[in-house]
């Protein structure tokens, strides 16, 4: 489903709503937020993916940890889950089931989430995700359309998983539960998340289907376009032989072909389409001032996210929402490698 057809699809329905609802789904922010009481809003979300990897472990961690950053993303500390299995079970044994609810397990533990349970159906193509519940200040929410111009963009991962998975099935390159974007798809946005509230975030999203492109086209506001310096974007290496030879998902060619009518676009097509490539439990994208952006990028390193990198900048809008262009000025030079310990 492209970016606009649920929208308008559900701009024909009525909803009923009360003044307690603080984010809705006008925005396409990555959860819902309910306010409870002054001090607690209940955040919601839910998502699921069909196999990413033939490892039905590692695949039961990758969306887990998909279905988890949309509460992270929100500046949310996440509850409670249930579990969300479409079964092929003519293909998939009861087994592999078990190691796909494992994986996933295994990131709730991690990210001390109570599974409440869940809800099986049969399908002819095996999807596995997560409702899941947190709770956030109600002053306290990460929106994804709140930037503001002079902000700079802090992504915390790297990008490409889309293109490595289609490597992946098309045994163009060897499976390994090593290879750089599997170790970045099972890693939590959890971290991030706590790091970032020390700072002064104003805007928040994590990158998933629509690539960073799509995701980033959603924070820019009526009044805000965003600029992308390429050479500053933290990519998988390897990533350019990938994308030479060809091996480049559906989803990511037709986010370039719908998205670059929204893009002044200063790049060879082999750069942009990675900007376009539709992610996995990509990293969080953060909008926050100019002068604390080096530290979190930082401090981000430090726990673990050693790509995170400082990628653009928030100004007045423009011609087109989104410039992709080559080099960043000087005065947003991200601060040098730091190894994380």
């Known amino acids: 489903m492209g970016l606009e057809d649920l929208r308008q699809i559900m701009s024909g329905i009525q909803t ?3 003044s307690n609802l603080l984010v809705g789904y006008e925005h396409s922010d990555d959860a819902g937020v309910y306010q409870l009481s002054e001090e607690i809003a209940l955040v919601e979300s839910v998502d699921f993916i069909t196999p990413i990897v033939d490892d039905p ?19 949310a500390v996440a509850k409670t889950a249930m579990n ?10 009861k087994e592999m089931i078990g190691e796909i609810l494992r994986g996933g397990a295994q990131k ?6 109570t599974l409440l349970g869940g809800h099986s159906v049969g399908d002819l193509e095996q ?3 997560l409702s899941v519940s947190g709770v956030v200040h109600p002053k306290k929410v ?12 802090v992504l915390c991962k790297a990008l490409g998983t889309g293109i490595v998975s289609t490597a992946l099935k098309n045994n163009h390159i060897a499976y390994s539960p090593n290879l750089e974007a599997i170790k970045s798809m099972t890693q939590l946005n959890l971290k991030a998340s706590l790091c970032a509230r020390e700072f002064e975030i104003h805007a928040c999203t994590d990158i998933t289907g629509f690539g960073l492109v799509g995701h980033l086209l959603e924070m820019c506001s009526s009044d805000k376009s965003a600029k992308i310096f390429f050479d500053d974007v933290p990519l998988f290496d390897g990533l350019s032989n990938l994308i030479n030879a060809g091996q480049i998902p559906n989803g990511s060619k037709e986010n370039f072909a719908y998205l670059s009518n929204f893009v002044e676009n200063h790049l060879q097509e082999k750069d942009a389409i990675a900007l376009f490539d539709t992610q996995t439990s990509g990293g969080l994208l953060f909008a926050l001032p100019k002068d604390q952006a080096p530290k979190l990028v930082q401090s981000l390193r430090f726990l673990g996210y050693e790509k995170s990198a400082i990628i653009g900048e928030m100004i007045a809008l423009g011609e087109k929402k989104i410039i992709l ?4 000025p000087p005065t947003i030079t991200p601060p040098p490698s730091t190894q994380s310990s």
């Open 57 to 75: 472990y590692v695949y039961g961690q990758i969306a887990a940890a998909n279905a988890l950053s949309d509460i992270f993303a929100m500046g």
């Open 16 to 18: 009923y709503q009360d």
């Open 142 to 153: 990460w929106k994804n359309h709140s930037a503001k111009i002079g902000d700079v963009l």
């Open 127 to 129: 999807k596995y995700g």
């Open 325 to 328: 262009d080559y080099f960043s």
């Open 84 to 93: 969300l299995l479409m079964w092929d079970q003519t293909h998939i044994s």
């Open 108 to 113: 709730l533990k991690e990210a001390k989430v």
